[in-house]
Each structure stands twice: as C-alpha cells, then as structure tokens.
C-alpha cells in the first residue's frame, strides 16, 4: 500500500519535507554535523560542491573529495532532531518516491552514517582536545520509548547498571555502533562509551542557576563499571544524539559512527581554548580515512 500524503511528506519539488532533498542528493557516505556552519567547515576540504540546500537547521552540501561523493547534513541538537534526519535520509534511499511504497527488502541500500560531533567528558583522564570514538552510546532521553528497539543481553545490562549508579526511575537504553566504521575511522582515537542527554543543562549535571535532582550525577556516572565477557565499560563523555543515531540506525539497517571532539572536560572544569581547532582536526582525519 502506498504510503499516505500525510506521512511521507513530500514538497511540491518532490523533496522530502524537512531536509528538502531528493533522492539524488543522498550519496551512500553521509557525514552529519549538529552545528549548521560546521557543514561548510566539512565542504570546504571537498574539491568541488555540487548542490547546497537549507531547510530550518537542516543544512546539506553535496560535493567530491579525492574522487568520492559526500553528502555532509547538519542536524540541529538533539535526538528529537535526530528522528527527523534518520527517517528522511533512510527515506530516500529506501522508499520509491513515485509510488510511495518501501523498496523490497533486498534491494535495501545500506548508508554509511558519520557522525562528526562537540562532546564533554566527566573523566579526569581524558583531555580537552582529545578525539573519541563512541563505543556504545546510553540514550538518556525518551525517543526509544516509541520504537521496539532490540537490545543484546549485554546492552541491557549495562543500561541498567547507569539506571541503578544515577538512581533514574526508567531504564536508559543501550546500543552498540557499527564495529566496522569504528575499526575504519576510529584508529588511535579513545574508545569511549557515550550518555546521551535530553539537555545540555540538567541532564549533563551543570547548574546555572537552577537547583539540580542529582547535583552529584557526574560521580554517579563515573561510578559505572560494567563488566562482561567483551570487558569491563565506563562512561566517558556527554552529548545530545549519538543514542538516537545508533539505536535509529540499527533499526533501518544503517552503519552508523559517532565521532567526538572533546571540548570540555566536566572533571577538572576545563573548555577548549580552541574549540574549532579540535573539530577541524576531526573533521581532517575522518575524511583522510574515508
Ligand atoms: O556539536 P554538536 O554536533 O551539535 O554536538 C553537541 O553539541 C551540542 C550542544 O552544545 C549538542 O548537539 C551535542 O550533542
Ligand atoms: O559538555 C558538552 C559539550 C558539548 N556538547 C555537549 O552536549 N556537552
């Protein structure tokens, strides 16, 4: 059956509703950013552009580095964001426009999705500057209370070891991300395990100038030791999407990476003094490995 007008949202140039893109525009490599400008500060190593869009905080370059096609998207913060920018991009790729109905299952295309993204650590040991590659990510917020999301045993359980160290009246749910970008562009970066927020503020622990329910989460957090066959896992860094990227691109059969430029260090109360410079090099680096 053809899927509905008010599901599949299509704009009278047949782009899909948010991100303003047509199927064209999707390359099988896609580098996402949450900031807007850092699309450019991306397409700026391609050597040619072939299309920029903008719809909202949705910003794409389409372009070639070294021979290749790139699609470089910003997604805005957070995962509500991250909702819209998975189900999009999955949508062009995978459902007929005309016909509104999915491809079969075999002729599924499988995107390679690149998160290049700011993060916090709570550990003292990690520096500001440092690059981290996200193990697992512990989404925090509620987008997979929406979606039957299957977690492995071992995933359950070590989000269920950070509901019991914070004290949280729900399980967080866990995901591991796609081993082989990890093994392909995560190489002599930390491998770490990220907590996805639903905050910059509250749920990262920082207080400005409101009271906090768990004014010490930063030492719950790195109470965290979960141990198993594979190893032993601790949290190591804050930001807003990497759960929802990894948990949406398990269930539409993405590979899917999280790349962190660690910008602030919430142990020893350190920020970057260059903040840009430790994403450009990031930014650098994973399109070198691509
Ligand atoms: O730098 P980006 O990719 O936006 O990522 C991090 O920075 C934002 C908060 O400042 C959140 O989106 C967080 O995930
Ligand atoms: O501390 C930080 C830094 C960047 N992004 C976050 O979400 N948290």
Do not use: W
């Not at 509500?80 to 991009?89: A, G, K």
């Not at 016909?99 to 520096?127: A, F, N, V, Y």
């Amino acid at each position: 059956m053809a899927i509905a007008n008010s599901e599949l949202i299509l704009n009278a140039d047949g782009s899909i509703y948010h991100l303003n893109l047509l199927p064209d525009h999707i390359s099988d490599t896609i580098i996402t950013v949450g900031d807007p400008d850092r699309v450019a500060q991306v397409s700026r190593h391609f050597d040619s552009i072939e299309t920029e869009i903008s719809k909202r905080e949705f910003v794409t370059h389409v372009g070639y580095y070294r021979g290749k096609r790139l699609t470089v998207v910003s997604t805005g913060i957070g995962t509500d964001n991250l909702d819209i920018v998975l189900n999009e991009l999955d949508a062009l790729v995978n459902i007929d426009f005309v016909t509104r109905q999915p491809l079969p299952i075999e002729e599924h295309i499988k995107l390679r999705i690149i998160r290049i993204g700011t993060s916090g650590t709570m550990q003292p040991d990690i520096p500001v500057g440092s690059h981290l590659v996200s193990e697992h990510a512990i989404g925090l917020e509620s987008l997979m209370q929406f979606y039957p999301l299957v977690e492995t045993g071992a995933e359950v359980e070590f989000a269920t070891a950070v509901q019991q160290a914070v004290g949280l009246d729900y399980r967080p749910y866990c995901v591991l991300g796609s081993d082989l970008l990890r093994e392909q562009l995560g190489v002599g970066m930390i491998s770490g395990n990220t907590v996805t927020c639903p905050g910059f503020y509250g749920p990262q622990g920082r207080s400005l100038r409101l009271a906090l329910r768990y004014p010490d989460l930063l030492e719950r957090l790195r109470s965290v030791q979960y141990s198993n066959a594979e190893g032993t896992f601790r949290l190591t860094n804050f930001e807003m999407e990497t759960a929802g990227y990894y948990a949406l691109g398990r269930m539409l059969g993405h590979e899917v990476v999280s790349l962190n430029a660690i910008v602030a260090n919430r142990a020893t109360g350190e920020f970057a003094e260059r903040p840009d410079q430790v994403v450009n090099d990031l930014i650098a680096k994973t399109l070198e490995r691509l």
